[in-house]
């Protein structure tokens, strides 16, 4: 997609990416001819280019129009992640990661609608959302809402361009950080949570003996004070 396109082809493309996915290539192709009509070659040549969206995609687009709130919110816990990956922040990264996980569920669910998702579509979903939480570039993507495809980081050939650069998100963003260090504080993490399973479930083991060990006690109680003499 060029650079630098004339306000109302911007306008144009932003227009046929909020469009049912059904109503594109019609619509696309109607600009088109518009544009030749007015001898707008270069702005019908850049419209006549442009990739008619995934069903997965397009919902994201809708998302980005439809629920701006909420995709703020998620890039912005975006920021939040790459810095705390950044310090190596373990129990940060910890709420952070559950704060992840909660906010693509809803947009998700937002992007369902009414509608039920094939497994296939909600995977690539979770698959752009996650990008977007993972990669600067990919959050700017996503948030001009022109997606044509899943967001995926080993596919950067894939994205459309963006004309804009993201505004006071992309200024905050925090020195890369050491691949090798944050594997290992990933694997400490991992390592932590598998410990603090275990640990859950000797905890419930014990309280089990616990009960067990009450009930036999009161067992215990009971025969005493049958065996107790009666005063007479």
Do not use: C
Not at 42 to 68: G, Y
Not at 80 to 104: F, M, W
Request: hydrophobic share 40%; charged share 35%; net charge neutral.
């Amino acid at each position: 997609m060029p650079h630098d396109l004339p306000v109302d082809t911007e306008a144009v493309i932003t227009e046929l990416y909020g469009l049912e996915p059904g109503e594109f290539t019609a619509a696309r192709n109607a600009r088109v001819a518009e544009a030749k009509r007015d001898g707008d070659g270069e702005a019908a040549k850049a419209i006549s280019l442009l990739r008619k969206p995934s069903t997965a995609a397009w919902l994201v687009n809708r998302l980005v129009r439809e629920h701006s709130g909420e995709i703020d919110g998620l890039l912005e816990l975006g920021v939040d992640l790459r810095a705390a990956h950044t310090t190596l922040d373990g129990a940060k990264l910890r709420e952070l990661g559950q704060r992840r996980h909660r906010a693509v569920r809803e947009l998700i669910r937002l992007a369902a609608g009414s509608r039920s998702l094939s497994v296939a579509v909600e995977r690539e979903l979770e698959q752009t959302l996650t990008t977007a939480l993972s990669d600067p570039d990919a959050a700017a993507v996503l948030e001009a809402g022109r997606l044509t495809t899943t967001l995926r980081l080993d596919d950067r050939a894939s994205w459309p361009e963006v004309t804009a650069a993201l505004p006071v998100k992309r200024a905050k963003e925090k020195p890369k950080i050491d691949r090798k260090k944050l594997a290992e504080a990933e694997a400490e993490f991992r390592a932590a949570e598998t410990e603090r399973a275990q640990a859950r479930q000797e905890l419930d083991a014990a309280r089990e003996r616990l009960a067990a060990a009450e009930k036999l006690l009161d067992q215990a109680r009971d025969k005493v004070e049958r065996l107790k003499p009666r005063a007479s």
